[in-house]
Nanobody, 120 residues
Framework: QVQVAESGGGLVQAGGSLRLSCAAS????????MGWYRQAPGKQRELVAI???????RYSASVKGRFTISRDNAESTMYLQMNNLKPEDTAVYYC??????????????WGQGTQVTVSS
Protein backbone atom coordinates (compact mmCIF):
# COMPACT_ATOMS: atom_id res chain seq x y z
CA GLN A 1 0.00 0.00 0.00
CA VAL A 2 1.63 3.18 -1.23
CA GLN A 3 1.02 6.31 0.80
CA VAL A 4 2.40 9.82 0.75
CA ALA A 5 1.84 12.59 3.25
CA GLU A 6 2.74 16.27 3.05
CA SER A 7 3.63 18.56 5.91
CA GLY A 8 5.18 21.95 6.52
CA GLY A 9 2.60 24.30 5.12
CA GLY A 10 1.47 27.39 6.92
CA LEU A 11 1.01 31.13 6.83
CA VAL A 12 3.98 33.26 5.86
CA GLN A 13 4.49 36.83 4.77
CA ALA A 14 5.65 37.72 1.28
CA GLY A 15 9.37 37.29 0.95
CA GLY A 16 9.48 34.59 3.57
CA SER A 17 10.34 30.93 3.32
CA LEU A 18 8.81 27.55 4.03
CA ARG A 19 10.02 24.01 3.61
CA LEU A 20 7.51 21.35 2.71
CA SER A 21 8.11 17.68 3.35
CA CYS A 22 6.57 14.60 1.79
CA ALA A 23 7.01 11.27 3.51
CA ALA A 24 6.40 8.17 1.40
CA SER A 25 5.81 4.57 2.34
CA UNK A 26 4.84 1.31 0.70
CA UNK A 27 7.16 1.68 -2.28
CA UNK A 28 10.83 1.49 -3.13
CA UNK A 29 11.20 5.22 -2.82
CA UNK A 30 14.60 5.47 -4.46
CA UNK A 31 13.10 4.14 -7.68
CA UNK A 32 10.20 6.57 -7.77
CA UNK A 33 9.97 9.81 -9.64
CA MET A 34 8.47 12.40 -7.32
CA GLY A 35 6.85 15.77 -7.73
CA TRP A 36 5.17 18.73 -6.12
CA TYR A 37 1.95 20.16 -7.48
CA ARG A 38 -0.28 22.94 -6.24
CA GLN A 39 -3.84 24.05 -6.63
CA ALA A 40 -5.18 27.50 -5.87
CA PRO A 41 -8.89 28.16 -5.32
CA GLY A 42 -10.76 28.14 -8.62
CA LYS A 43 -7.75 26.92 -10.55
CA GLN A 44 -6.56 23.58 -11.84
CA ARG A 45 -3.76 21.66 -10.25
CA GLU A 46 -0.40 22.62 -11.71
CA LEU A 47 3.07 21.21 -11.65
CA VAL A 48 5.53 22.98 -9.38
CA ALA A 49 8.61 20.80 -9.59
CA ILE A 50 9.69 17.22 -10.16
CA UNK A 51 12.68 15.20 -9.11
CA UNK A 52 13.38 11.89 -10.78
CA UNK A 53 14.74 8.75 -9.21
CA UNK A 54 18.10 9.76 -10.64
CA UNK A 55 17.96 13.18 -9.03
CA UNK A 56 17.17 15.23 -12.11
CA UNK A 57 15.02 18.25 -11.29
CA ARG A 58 12.65 20.41 -13.31
CA TYR A 59 10.66 23.46 -12.26
CA SER A 60 7.74 25.43 -13.52
CA ALA A 61 8.69 28.86 -14.78
CA SER A 62 6.76 30.57 -12.00
CA VAL A 63 8.94 29.09 -9.25
CA LYS A 64 12.27 28.67 -10.99
CA GLY A 65 15.02 30.32 -9.01
CA ARG A 66 12.93 30.53 -5.86
CA PHE A 67 12.05 26.92 -5.04
CA THR A 68 14.32 23.92 -4.68
CA ILE A 69 13.14 20.34 -4.79
CA SER A 70 15.22 17.63 -3.17
CA ARG A 71 14.95 14.12 -1.82
CA ASP A 72 16.44 11.97 0.89
CA ASN A 73 16.18 8.38 -0.23
CA ALA A 74 17.41 7.04 3.10
CA GLU A 75 14.40 8.66 4.76
CA SER A 76 11.97 8.16 1.86
CA THR A 77 11.23 11.87 1.99
CA MET A 78 11.00 14.62 -0.59
CA TYR A 79 11.31 18.31 0.18
CA LEU A 80 10.39 21.60 -1.36
CA GLN A 81 12.34 24.59 -0.12
CA MET A 82 10.31 27.67 -0.93
CA ASN A 83 12.11 31.01 -0.76
CA ASN A 84 11.01 34.53 -1.59
CA LEU A 85 7.40 33.49 -1.39
CA LYS A 86 4.82 35.56 -3.20
CA PRO A 87 1.06 35.88 -2.65
CA GLU A 88 0.50 34.05 -5.92
CA ASP A 89 2.18 31.01 -4.39
CA THR A 90 -0.83 30.61 -2.12
CA ALA A 91 -2.30 27.18 -2.80
CA VAL A 92 -2.70 23.69 -1.49
CA TYR A 93 0.51 21.84 -2.24
CA TYR A 94 0.35 18.17 -3.11
CA CYS A 95 3.00 15.48 -3.12
CA UNK A 96 3.04 13.05 -6.03
CA UNK A 97 4.71 9.67 -6.23
CA UNK A 98 4.91 7.89 -9.56
CA UNK A 99 5.23 4.15 -9.22
CA UNK A 100 6.34 2.13 -12.22
CA UNK A 101 5.35 -1.42 -13.04
CA UNK A 102 6.99 -2.01 -16.38
CA UNK A 103 8.39 -0.21 -19.36
CA UNK A 104 5.54 2.30 -19.56
CA UNK A 105 2.93 1.44 -16.95
CA UNK A 106 2.73 3.88 -14.05
CA UNK A 107 0.50 4.64 -11.11
CA UNK A 108 0.34 8.03 -9.42
CA UNK A 109 -0.22 8.45 -5.71
CA TRP A 110 -1.18 11.72 -4.07
CA GLY A 111 -1.06 13.13 -0.61
CA GLN A 112 -3.94 15.03 0.93
CA GLY A 113 -2.20 18.36 0.53
CA THR A 114 -0.80 21.03 2.80
CA GLN A 115 -1.98 24.63 2.73
CA VAL A 116 0.50 27.40 1.97
CA THR A 117 -0.77 30.93 2.44
CA VAL A 118 1.41 33.92 1.61
CA SER A 119 0.23 37.30 2.84
CA SER A 120 1.04 40.61 1.18
Amino acid sequence: QVQVAESGGGLVQAGGSLRLSCAASGSDFKLNDMGWYRQAPGKQRELVAIITSGGTTRYSASVKGRFTISRDNAESTMYLQMNNLKPEDTAVYYCNLRDRFGSVATQDYWGQGTQVTVSS
